[in-house]
């Protein structure tokens, strides 16, 4: 049976999907934030994404950008949902990255269509079972980061930050969007503990190699062959 991901909030609406889906054979999967979503996509791998623009914690195109942004759930088919007439949401959504775009109010027969449609299009969804920069290589299956030869014992903290910083070489993140997928929506954390776990990080693989993580001034951190020779 696919599996359908319902990223709502609205339970009503959420449940009226859900009791459609399952009517028709699939198997459906109901998230209402964020953070929870993407942490459940990675583990789940659905066929078809039914994602609603209006969300609380994260908004529909961050949970787009981030689902575009991982290696292992990138090429999953989303569907957009957003309320009638926001014709520049539309284009934001579909330059962001959606597949298929539904406005409030939709009939059911409609988007059972487009589901249709789009799992068509869903690829064969093969895991991620590693992540790769320079000499250090993560193993998403076992959960384990190598340098060389070396095992490098880290944190469940640090391996989350380290999988974001691996899944974008280069791509400078900033410790409030570190805090917001890395943390989740614990509103207790201050953008200090990021710097208190990439120093944790740092320490822990550059045991057995040069420091490629990158700290951009002012903004947020990187992983990055350029850091060589910086000061933290
Ligand atoms: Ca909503």
């Known amino acids: ?83 009638k007439g926001q014709e520049e949401d539309k284009v934001r959504g579909l330059s962001a990255g959606a597949d298929d775009y539904v406005t409030k109010p939709f009939s059911v027969p409609e988007l059972m269509a487009r589901i249709k449609t789009n799992l068509r299009r869903s690829p064969e969804i093969l895991p991620v079972k590693e992540l790769v920069f320079e000499d250090i290589r993560m193993d998403l299956v076992e959960k384990k980061v190598f340098r060389g030869e070396n095992y490098v014992h880290l944190g469940p903290t640090e391996f989350r930050l380290l999988k974001l910083l691996m899944e974008s070489p280069a791509k400078v993140f900033s410790r409030e969007y570190l805090l917001k997928t890395v943390w989740g929506d614990n509103i207790y954390v201050e953008s200090r503990t990021v710097d208190v776990h990439i120093r944790r990080l740092r320490k822990a693989l550059n045991e057995f190699g040069p420091d490629y993580i990158r700290t951009v001034r002012a903004t947020g951190y990187a992983i990055d062959t350029h850091a060589l020779g910086e000061e933290d």
């Open 1 to 83: 049976m696919p599996l359908v991901m319902v990223i709502e909030d609205e339970e009503a609406l959420a449940l009226l999907l859900k009791y459609n889906l399952e009517k028709e054979g699939y198997e459906v999967a109901i998230e209402s934030h964020g953070n929870r979503a993407i942490a459940e996509i990675e583990q789940r791998l659905p066929q078809v994404i039914i994602l609603d623009w209006m969300l609380p914690e994260l908004s529909g195109i961050e949970i787009l950008k981030l689902i575009r942004s991982k290696p292992d759930i990138k090429n999953i088919p989303v569907i957009m949902l957003t309320a």
